[in-house]
């Protein structure tokens, strides 16, 4: 995710895990295309998704915000031709 992320413009000092709640189409459409090209498994936006890292963007009080919101895009995208972990 985070190289297709980058591919599409994001830089490296934007949090990705906080795109699933201020650019969800991007991260939705992102799986999207994993799923047209084959993909089996989805791996939720969620790398660096804990109270910890989230801290280092003012974002710890949104952990669960941020993974709910990643899960559901996730599984949005998958329908049932995907499962999602993460």
Do not use: W
């Amino acid at each position: 995710m985070g190289t297709m992320l980058y591919g599409r413009g994001v830089f490296l000092n934007v949090c990705y895990d906080e795109l699933n709640l201020k650019q969800p189409d991007l991260v939705r459409d992102i799986h999207r295309e994993y799923v047209r090209a084959g993909a089996e498994l989805l791996e939720t936006n969620t790398f660096g998704a804990n109270p910890v890292k989230l801290a280092t963007h003012g974002l710890a009080g949104d952990t669960e915000r941020v993974n709910s919101a990643a899960a559901g895009l996730a599984r949005e995208a998958a329908g049932e031709r995907a499962s999602v972990a993460g």
